[in-house]
């Protein structure tokens, strides 16, 4: 992993959404090793934007508070960076089916203003894209690899693909190396704990601190992935220099696309290790101190379950070299020992 973040010394690095879970922890990463960055962030009260989360970074942060759908802020900000990592994001599967015009503009809307922001620089970043399991949805094949047929059953789940395949067409008719990391469910330090709207294992942790019942829908059978944060941030570590490697003639043959060695490439991020919703939350109950209770499935929520997620990480293993390193249990109890501390910095 040296290696991965030695590429991006003496680049100009650009984190949308940094302010939040993911943004974080990698502008975290990066200043930890001694590499500035800027972070762009509209610290929406709904989202996971957390002063705290940046606190200490010192002078290697550059820290913008601006909207991704300013485009004039877009150009400036993505005119300067060698490499973006666009994270920032409507997050919320339940939101953008109460608002899906929010999730439109901020998921597809934000995109573009940062892809036009990149057409217009002359350095030709390459942007690493904060995708989801959630463009696969409802799996039409399981194990899902990069070229299953997506088949997102949300507002936010289509948003995403979109935004997703904006950076195709702008591989295909700009040069800009555009790649996709399609994250399963990620959790850790630094996680809104305000609400369960999303980063369900976080809120299940916020619920157990306080002592308070954990409520599963349904049998809890359904199979999920958790990966622990320093697996996803390394993941994007090493999705931007193969950014570079794009640019530079590398292919990538597990999505074929019409053109010549269009510089597009998707990757599913996950920890390859599925397990029962159910037993992860009584394992969150058991370790934070609180206890859990099934429930019937609220219609909104049942109305856009996936059923079981499974997916394939030897794409990411071959061209990214990365693979997960952290066990569930350890990225549990990291991330308990965090908010034993802080806690109160999150609710
Ligand atoms: N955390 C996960 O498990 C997970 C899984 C799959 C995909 N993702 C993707 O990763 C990204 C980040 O997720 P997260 O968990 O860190 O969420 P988060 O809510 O912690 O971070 C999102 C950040 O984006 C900022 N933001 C939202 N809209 C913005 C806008 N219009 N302009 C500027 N900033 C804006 C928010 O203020 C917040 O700080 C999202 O794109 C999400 O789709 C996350």
């Avoid at 409507?90 to 999730?103: G, K, R």
């Avoid at 036009?116 to 690899?145: D, F, H, M, N, Q």
């Amino acid at each position: 992993m040296n290696d991965a973040i030695n590429f991006y010394r003496g680049k100009q690095v650009l984190v949308t959404g940094g302010a939040g879970f993911l943004g974080s922890n990698l502008a975290t990463r990066f200043v930890q090793n001694e590499i500035a960055v800027t972070v762009v962030d509209n610290f929406h009260p709904d989202y996971g934007a957390n002063p705290f989360n940046l606190e200490g970074l010192g002078s290697n942060l550059n820290l913008i508070r601006g909207d991704i759908t300013d485009r004039a802020l877009m150009k400036e900000l993505c005119g300067r960076a060698d490499v973006i990592y666009h994270i920032a994001a409507q997050c919320s599967h339940v939101d953008s089916m109460i608002d899906p015009w929010l999730d439109l503009k901020f998921n597809c809307e934000g995109t573009l203003a940062v892809l036009e922001g990149a057409k217009a620089s002359a350095k030709k970043p390459v942007v690493v894209y904060a995708g989801t399991r959630a463009i696969i949805g409802a799996p039409l094949e399981s194990p899902a690899g990069e070229s299953t047929l997506p088949n997102p059953v949300d507002v936010y789940g289509v948003n995403k693909l979109a935004a997703e395949w904006y950076g195709a067409v702008y591989a295909r008719v700009h040069g800009i190396p555009y790649v996709s990391l399609r994250l399963t469910n990620c959790f850790g330090e630094r996680h809104q704990m305000k609400n369960g709207k999303y980063g369900i294992l976080n809120w299940f942790m916020s619920l157990a601190l306080q002592g308070k019942t954990i409520k599963i829908y349904g049998t809890g059978a359904q199979l999920r992935d958790y990966l622990y944060v320093s697996d996803a941030i390394d993941s994007f570590v090493a999705a931007g220099r193969f950014g570079e490697k794009l640019r530079n003639g590398e292919s990538f043959p597990e999505v074929q696309l019409s053109g010549e060695k269009v510089p597009f490439a998707i990757f599913n991020v996950a920890s390859g290790k599925p397990k029962a919703f159910a037993e992860c939350a009584k394992r969150v109950a058991t370790i934070g101190g609180g206890s859990v209770e099934f429930v019937p499935w609220p219609k909104d929520r049942e109305a856009i379950e996936t059923g079981d997620f499974v997916a394939t990480i030897t794409a990411a293993e071959r061209y990214l070299g990365w693979r997960p390193k952290v066990e569930f249990e350890a990225g549990l109890q990291n991330t308990f020992a965090y908010y034993r501390q802080h806690l109160s910095r999150y609710l």
